[in-house]
């Protein structure tokens, strides 16, 4: 059964830091270019950041560019997103995807790109 499961959410105060993972099981990972997708309350779904199937780029939006860092290490079938300085808007709950296409340019925050999700991981940002 193919499966991403994100974990390492929780709330942290404003300025404070989380380590979010998502672990792949049932496909090798190492194919698949990588995403993260908050969905806060009451909003769409948008991406934040990508990764291509090797790790060797990355890209941000402006809203997270210098705060969030994306990894992923394909021989533990994991990603992270790291996120440092968080603020009261990044409340979220944080997902990642898996697209087996190459994310180009815009396809990075594109939902509509990625074949596999997962759940989900809570994020609440708040003093």
């Known amino acids: 059964q193919l499966q991403l499961v994100e974990s390492g959410g929780g709330l942290v105060q404003p300025g404070g830091s989380l380590r979010l993972s998502c672990a792949a099981s049932?496909?090798?990972?190492?194919?698949?270019?990588i995403g993260w997708f908050p969905q806060a309350p009451g909003k769409e779904r948008e991406g934040v950041g990508c990764?291509?199937?090797?790790?060797?780029?990355?890209k941000y939006t402006d809203s997270v560019k210098g705060r969030f860092t994306i990894s992923r290490d394909n021989a533990k079938s994991a990603a992270y997103l790291q996120m440092n300085s968080l603020k009261t808007e990044d409340t979220a709950v944080y997902s990642c995807?898996?697209?087996?296409?190459?994310?180009?340019?815009?396809?990075?925050?594109?939902?509509?790109?990625?074949?596999?999700w997962g759940q989900g991981t809570q994020v609440t940002v708040s003093s």
């Open positions: 990764t291509t199937s090797g790790g060797g780029r990355t």
């Open positions: 049932g496909f090798h990972m190492g194919y698949y270019a």
């Open positions: 995807a898996a697209s087996l296409r190459p994310v180009v340019g815009s396809d990075c925050y594109n939902i509509y790109y990625y074949d596999y």
